[in-house]
């Protein structure tokens, strides 16, 4: 039996870099998936986020949207995230965070925002993301979100509670904070590390 998900999912890996190859060239889709045993044999046969060599990234985003902020669908869009400044990946973290992504649990049925999750392995830190449909910005005229009618403050509550919501998944204490930056941002100066609009 195959328990079925509501959203077809697709694994990424970006490799680490092995002399000058941009990033285009180190970003590589993985596999597809829809369901709850597919996931699982999947993560069970691929190597463990705390293995992974420095400069890698694991991101599980729903099927169609590419881990990057020139996707259509992620360009007006932001990121939750959170720093770890000290040791390992913790798998059962970014575990946790995958199986709420995959459960759509991370949002209320029907907000429709959350686009993948990701997880980046650095030398002095690693970091869990959670991307987002929008950014908490007056919507655009000719967008979804503009036709939709979505408010400013609607849109920002709203990620403000998929913000608390992902920072439950990550069991940080009421004194850390998640930071939402948008993707416009970030492209604009070649960073995910934009300065963050808000936190929780
Ligand atoms: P990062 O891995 O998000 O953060 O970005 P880091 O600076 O903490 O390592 C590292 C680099 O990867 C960026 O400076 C970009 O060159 C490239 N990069 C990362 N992302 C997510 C994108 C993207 O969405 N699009 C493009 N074009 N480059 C990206």
Do not use: C
Not at 10 to 15: D, I
Not at 46 to 65: C, M, N, W
Not at 117 to 128: G, L, Q, S
């Amino acid at each position: 039996v195959k328990h079925a998900l509501q959203n077809s999912w697709t694994l990424w890996f970006t490799k680490p870099p092995s002399g000058k190859q941009d990033w285009s060239e180190l970003l590589k889709e993985v596999i597809t998936f829809d369901s709850v045993e597919e996931f699982w044999g999947i993560y069970n046969n691929i190597t463990p986020a705390s293995e992974l060599a420095q400069k890698s990234d694991y991101h599980l985003f729903k099927r169609g949207v590419r881990p990057e902020w020139e996707d259509p669908q992620n360009k007006h869009g932001g990121r939750w995230s959170y720093t770890f400044k000290t040791g390992k990946a913790n798998d059962s973290v970014w575990l946790d965070i995958m199986l709420a992504a995959i459960g759509e649990t991370l949002e209320d049925e029907g907000d429709n925002e959350v686009m993948g999750v990701v997880i980046n392995i650095r030398k002095a830190f690693w970091r869990v993301g959670l991307w987002t449909r929008t950014a908490g910005q007056p919507p655009k005229k000719g967008t979804p979100a503009a036709e939709e009618g979505l408010d400013k403050e609607v849109g920002k509550k709203r990620l403000e509670k998929i913000g608390k919501n992902f920072k439950n998944y990550l069991q940080l204490p009421e004194t850390e904070q998640v930071e939402f930056s948008g993707h416009a941002d970030s492209a604009h100066s070649g960073s995910s590390r934009a300065k963050a609009k808000f936190a929780v």
